[in-house]
């Protein structure tokens, strides 16, 4: 006998943390395979239906700011979160105003087990730093290891410990986005006064440039997947009106 719509079925979730939405009851089955024939959107060449998950579920994420309770399209039907759910992540932009924000959530990831399938889905991330931060971002990278102490250093990180916040524990990382402020970004800035930080005497463009290049060359030489880009701003209040006009 065919379950009646009312009746509730839990959602078991797979060793990737995804939800098994695959049909289990006759009036399930029934109703997925009506909206795959029926449905005008479902009906088109998968091909489509990707393309169209991408500019859906492209945006950026702040796991750092309040987030406000949204109606998805992933709960739509059970065949269109087969198809996103894990697409989606893809396109995700993982953004932090500060190292801080970005350092709590690397060890969030790194140090829990449960979300630790997630560092595979992670493909951009975006970072609000100043030029200091950028030779602290660098020296993480390439802490100066001889060549038998990296090597005990990348086997550990192979296997999930990590002792340091590095980009090297995101296996699908291809793109690192600085949002570089003149000047000094603090981690605490939504409640200082920020108009006294940006009078602090920024350095000079050509301290910034070595710093760039410094940080880019050391990811060239670690990390050459990862293609690395520059967001410049004037003052930390530039880049911080910047962050709030992106997806909420």
Known sequence: MSSSPKEQTPLPKLD???FDVAPKTDWQKSITKRNALESPLLRMPRELRDLIWTFT???TIRPEAPQ????????????LYREAASLSHTF???SFSCQPSWEDFFWSLCENEKPKYKKSLIRSIQIGVDSTDLYMLAEREDPGYDVEEEKVEIAREDQGEYRRVTFRAFENLSHLELLLSATEVFGDSD??????????????STEINEAKENFTRTMR?????????YREFGNTSAMKKYLEEQDP
Request: glycine residues 0%; proline residues 11%.
């Open 92 to 94: 995700l932009i993982w």
């Open 191 to 204: 409640d200082d006064d920020e108009t006294e930080h940006d009078t602090i005497p920024p350095p000079n």
């Open 57 to 59: 579920f492209t945006q």
């Open 68 to 79: 406000n309770s949204a109606y998805s399209p992933l709960v739509v039907c059970r065949q």
């Open 16 to 18: 990737s943390s995804i």
């Open 221 to 229: 030489q670690k990390l050459p997947r990862v293609r690395v880009t």
